[in-house]
């Protein structure tokens, strides 16, 4: 019986092993060759130094033609086996869409045991190597009839390893490589609008979480242009001056976390996640510094460090969250977005998960889901801002202005007119003053109700406005009399002004009801400022309030001078 259990488990690898070695298989029949998903198998040379002869007799282990290794498989062999099932000779071509982040590339062609074909690509010396086409490799090679063929392919990459190879007949060749990119061409485009937008903008604002939010975007448009192989698609160049770009990766969750301690204002309101936040900015900062020495070391860490990230900006958000920060939600949104798809992507990058679409772009599209949100985020806080600034403004105007006639009130008069005399001063300008008063207001009110007379201030206050400059300050100094300060009018100006008020408020009726309807008089003072009083704007006043006086005393509704009232008075 024993011996029974041990012949049958020897059966049972046996079978395995003959089950795996016949699934590695590919076979090629008479119809269209468009293989993107099939079994290969790949060997791990941890010495970096097997050649070709020495890898052939290795045990190679079954995976997929798309596949992920992580950062422990620096130098890997992949064998494709292809059974041409057909008696006519085929061309088929090779394709290694993700050759563009690797080091160094080899490809053996063998049949029949032989060696037929041995191609070595250097990266840093591949922009006019004949097989590279837009950061892919295309190995064209032909499957002898009813004969198996054995392409063995040598990634050397630079830190993480992930591969990908199809194969294609010249049709469906040609076709791969004008669809390919199409999607980070997208994805890009998306970034540099955003990057548009925010730099609109930072014009608007100056606000400095708009400029760590463009460097975040610049960095995040550089990874996804890098890490899926458009900067190789569009300016041919590969190797080691652009694998230097990929200190992106450490550059974009450096700008996303100072954005987030300015956007949020960590270091004043929220000094306990700030210092969460400080500690994974320091790490991150030490790896890119290490990155500028040695990338390759300093990005093998880089998938756990950003799992980390991830883990501590998720808890200060809920942190934030908890403590009812208004923007938080929205940036928890977004980034819960980003922290999903860069879940998918690092287990994909440490060979944790089978590549598939969703993985393998994880970074890409996280990125842009969180860089719409933080777009999102930013304009609303612009919006709460000038909110807010419109709700001071408000204030401002209603602690400036009267109630009822929504002119200036006499404090605001007071200090707006301080100004007003340093540029005449400055300008050697003349700088005038009216005083108004409403001609027997008081009856007004005694006969018809104070409602009465506050439709004949706000009714006055219309006219002044209407006959006055658009330069002139009016105010309501209390009462039924009225200030105005006329920049640039001197003497004879200013009594024209004057003159025109007295004669539109004479004019104009007021309305109080469908039966009546009032005619009122106002009487007028002018004074010129004199630059050379101590008070020259409270003495211009004075003066102008006994002219103003004396056109009362000589029978109202006429405007009268401060010097020389009987001579320069206009009846």
Known sequence: MAHFRVFFSCFIMWAACFTTQASAVVNIGQDAVQLTDFKIEYFIDDL?????????????????????????????????????????????????????HMRTLDIVEERADK?????????????????????????????????????????????????????????HSRKALVGGHLDIALLVGMMLALMFYNGLLYFATSKKENILYSLYLISGLVWIALS?????????????????LNLSVFTMPIFLLLFMMAIFETRTLYPKEHRALQVILGLL????????????????????????MMIVTF????????????????????HTFFIVFNGFAVMYYMGLVQPNYINSHGVGIGIVLEALTLAFIISYRIKVLEDIRSKQDELKRQASTDPLTQLYNRRYFMAESRYMVEKAQKDATSLS?????????KAVNDNHGHSAGDLVLVAVSAVFQRYSRDADLIARFGGEEFVILLPSAGHAEALECAERIRLGVEQHSIKLSDELTLRITVSLGVAEVDMKQPEPIDSAIDQADKALYQAKTLGRNRVCAAETYKNNSIV
């Open 48 to 100: 970096q130094s097997l050649d070709y002869s020495s890898v052939r007799q290795q045990a190679f282990q079954d995976t997929f033609n798309s596949t992920s290794l992580g950062t422990q498989a620096k130098v890997t062999w992949y064998r494709i086996t292809l059974h041409n099932s057909t008696a006519q000779e085929q061309a088929l071509f090779l394709h290694l869409p993700k050759a563009y």
């Open 115 to 171: 060696l037929i074909d041995h191609v070595l690509i250097d990266l840093n010396h591949a922009s006019d190597h004949p097989l590279m086409y837009s950061g892919a490799v295309i190995y064209p090679f032909t499957l002898t009839g009813a004969q198996t063929t054995t392409l063995y392919v040598r990634s050397h990459v630079y830190s993480h390893q992930w591969f990908a190879v199809e194969v294609y007949d010249d049709e």
């Open 228 to 244: 899926y192989g458009l900067i190789s698609k569009v300016f041919n160049t590969y190797g080691d001056h652009v694998f230097i």
């Open 285 to 308: 900062t030490v790896s890119l510094l290490y990155g500028l020495f040695d990338i390759s070391g300093a990005l093998k860490p880089s998938s756990s460090l950003a799992a980390l």
């Open 315 to 334: 808890s200060v958000s809920i942190s934030l969250y908890r403590k009812k920060d208004p923007l938080v939600t929205f940036f928890l949104i977004g």
């Open 433 to 441: 003053v009216i005083t108004l008063d409403i001609d027997h207001f």
